[in-house]
């Protein structure tokens, strides 16, 4: 497997260390060639950025695809935000020579040059197609079977689809699958593909933000949900703490957000604490005692092989 730098974004590392320290344990533990380089800066962040200057945003992004394609490494974020903004930007650039060459004038000035020859990955899609169901299926200690799981994809890991091409951008089905792999049912709801809301809060509209919330955490409480799992830090920050402030006003929801590396990493045999699931908002000992409590019953006699055993295929 090629070396990949992880790019982690703002959000990750600032407010969220413990999402940080899972997808560490994680890639650490399947042996994965992952590397931290020196001088990544904000993606940049789009709706903020790119609405205020958007020859910023292209040569922010250009330069840390640069970085990157200068160590011959590929890329690959747990921000769904961040892969999406750099593939655009690439592909933008890719497309279109004169800005490329405009770009690469500027960049030139601090040593660099954009080529734009580095994968950019976002992690879910990286486990599913690098990673391979199989070999993650091999790490598992003890599965989700029992547990309906909600997950939710975002705005960005599929989007815009032109420049990830990592998935189907209406009906897509890789985290879908990696949930099932863990031994999970993953739930089919109305609001799945709705966006959290969570941009809302950064102009101000933090009514609007939490009714965006409400509406998929009401549909997730009335099917039984047991969490919703996602890969996004603004969808987890929509999700967990802006539950928590609506629980303390009185709206009791009760589903527990946890990140797709925390998920694998419990699965893995990791603790909770050792993932951070205590340092949440909205209180996951639920979550985690139901499974604990489905996982002790003895395995039914009639049990089909679900190909745990199959070969890994990194």
Known sequence: MKEFAVFW????????????KSTRIVLESFKLPYRDIDGFTCCPERSLVN???????????????????ELDYDLVSPCTGCVSNLATVKGELKANPREKAEVN??????????????????LVPFFHDTVGVNAIKQKIKKDFSGMRIGIHYGCHMVRPSHALRNDDPLE???????????????????????CCGQGLDRIDEHDR?????????????????????????????????NQFLMEKEGEKFGI????????LGLAMGYKPEELGLDLHRVDCTPFVKKWESLSARPPKEDAIDDGLNAPGDI
Do not use: W
């Open 256 to 263: 527990p957000v946890i990140y797709f590396t925390e998920l």
């Open 172 to 194: 897509p089905k890789k985290f879908d699958t990696l949930i099932s792999a863990l031994g999970a049912q993953s739930l089919q709801f109305m609001t799945k593909m709705m």
């Open 105 to 122: 004038k500027l960049l030139k000035e601090v040593g660099r040059e954009f080529k734009g020859t580095a994968k950019l990955q976002h």
């Open 51 to 69: 609405n205020i200057d958007h020859g910023a945003f292209v040569v922010t992004a250009a330069r840390n695809v640069a970085l990157v394609d």
């Open 9 to 20: 974004g703002c959000t990750i590392q600032t407010r969220f260390p413990f999402i940080e």
């Open 209 to 241: 933000a939490l009714h965006f919330a409400r509406i998929k955490l009401k549909e997730l409480k009335s099917l039984g949900c047991d969490a919703l799992v996602l890969c996004c830090p603004s969808c987890f920050l929509q999700f967990d703490n």
